[in-house]
């Protein structure tokens, strides 16, 4: 098959960044794990701000010019995003018109409205859900979707009661052959207990819950890899609680760095406040065999059939995270228990090689 992936976020900045989240990660791992089936796969994304550049790759990308969000007229976040991917589809559409597709994926419901300007063009058009990006008319224009998936059975769920219909649910992968467990090294604080989160800094994440843990617990450290609007934010907060000296942005990092954080972590926290549907930084923090606590938003928790290898707290919560950092820390064996079975959910359910196959299958049809 020709697969088109139409995401146009995906080549803006680097993975970690405000505007390149979980979504666009995945939207280059399936490419490539496609890819490796024979398949050929072109990407299609917005051209990298001034001085960046997208993560590399070996799939085929097509890039256009496109409108940042904030330069959009403010009649809020969903129109501009709507305004943003209808402008990027014409400016791309003589590249997808040439590259003779069997396939496209799109990520958001706004792109039900490309759907329709694509029907001439002769190829199918499936939809995954990874959020509820909904907006004003969008039950009109899912007609000219011919297929769909969620990542997470939650968001099936949504999708079901905003559309009608239930699609079927093929979670996200991670790399487990790269994301595996290593030794732990803590460097100069070698006694702190290190929680770790990876991703967006946006406000929705909920990462501000984190800091009146830190102050409630003092040998603890938190390590935070990504960026984003709140950064400077959290690091005011985290100056005006005192606990500084134990709070670290690590920043964007590349996927080797990322591993080694990942390693050197105790646990790693997933607080978000609004519906995350299913984070590949968690997928890749289970993969090297982090203990999860995942806020009541994150719709993974769903698909993950070993219970120990997680504990759920409630969102906009500090003290149910501290109870469950502390039930860990009391509990040795349950912590190196749940670090085990994070380990083995990531390799035999959430490969990349079995998601592939599967949506090969599904595509076949």
Known sequence: MRIGLFIPN?????PGSSEVGGIEVFAFELGEAMRGLGHEVILFG????AGRDYRKSHLKVELAPYWETAKIWNLGSRFRKLVQRLHFAQSIAPRIRDSKLDLMVVFKPYDFINAFRWRHLGFKVVMNYQG???FPTDRFWKQWIDSEFACSDENARLAKARYGSLPKTFSNAVESDFFKPGEKSKGDHPGRFRILTAGRMVGWKGLCTLIPVLE???DIEWWAAGDGPEREKLIAQ?????????FKVLGVLENERLR????EADLMIQPSWDFDACPTAVLQGMSCGLPLILSDQVGLKSLIQNQSAFQEVLSRDPDSIIKAIQRWRENPEDLQQASEASRREAVERFSWKQLAKA???EWSN
């Open 10 to 14: 995906a080549t803006f900045d680097l």
């Open 132 to 134: 509820k990006d909904f």
């Open 216 to 218: 409630a617990m003092p």
């Open 46 to 49: 917005g051209e990298p701000k």
């Open 238 to 246: 985290a100056e005006a609680a005192g606990v500084a000296d134990r």
């Open 359 to 361: 949506l090969e299958a």
């Open 260 to 263: 080694e954080a990942m390693q």
